[in-house]
């Protein structure tokens, strides 16, 4: 998990494991909750995130196994994806970090927008415009 993310400090992650032939059971995040930031619910099919940022990534990203979902709800940044990351080196499982990327596409992130990052595609937020920027992440476990 990137470091620059405000989580997991005192809240409870909740994991668990879903079989693969049945869905995750319902659940509801309180709004407490997900006002106070952080990792919000994990299982072996999906992760829940509220996350703040208020500097740029420290690394390119690259997750081989899961599709980040962000939904932007505060602030505006702006977010490279599909680039050749240099000197790419594991640093967890299924997660590849490089210090750079060459090439690659800018978005320009702002309230309201979605996007979607397949896993396998390196991508960072390279500048925080208006800060705090703060969005919604869903990863899907692939
Ligand atoms: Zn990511």
Redesign the pocket.
């Given at each position: 998990m990137?470091k620059m993310f405000v989580i997991m400090d005192n809240l409870a992650l909740q994991n668990e494991t879903v079989p693969h032939h049945r869905s995750a059971r319902l659940r509801q995040i309180d709004h407490a909750k997900v006002n106070a930031l952080g990792a919000l619910l994990e299982n072996s099919l999906y992760k829940v995130q509220m996350t703040k940022r208020v500097v740029p990534g420290a690394f390119v990203?690259?997750?081989t196994h899961?599709t980040?979902i962000f939904h932007i709800l505060q602030g505006t940044a702006t977010f490279v994806t599909g680039g050749t990351a240099v000197d790419p080196q594991p640093a967890a499982p299924g997660e590849i970090h490089a210090k750079s990327m060459i090439g690659g596409t800018e978005h320009h992130l702002t309230k309201g927008d979605i996007i979607i990052?397949p896993h396998g595609i390196p991508?960072q937020f390279t500048k925080i415009e208006e800060g705090p920027l703060v969005y919604f992440?869903v990863?899907v476990v692939q």
């Amino acid at each position: 998990m990137d470091k620059m993310f405000v989580i997991m400090d005192n809240l409870a992650l909740q994991n668990e494991t879903v079989p693969h032939h049945r869905s995750a059971r319902l659940r509801q995040i309180d709004h407490a909750k997900v006002n106070a930031l952080g990792a919000l619910l994990e299982n072996s099919l999906y992760k829940v995130q509220m996350t703040k940022r208020v500097v740029p990534g420290a690394f390119v990203e690259i997750h081989t196994h899961d599709t980040d979902i962000f939904h932007i709800l505060q602030g505006t940044a702006t977010f490279v994806t599909g680039g050749t990351a240099v000197d790419p080196q594991p640093a967890a499982p299924g997660e590849i970090h490089a210090k750079s990327m060459i090439g690659g596409t800018e978005h320009h992130l702002t309230k309201g927008d979605i996007i979607i990052i397949p896993h396998g595609i390196p991508h960072q937020f390279t500048k925080i415009e208006e800060g705090p920027l703060v969005y919604f992440v869903v990863k899907v476990v692939q």
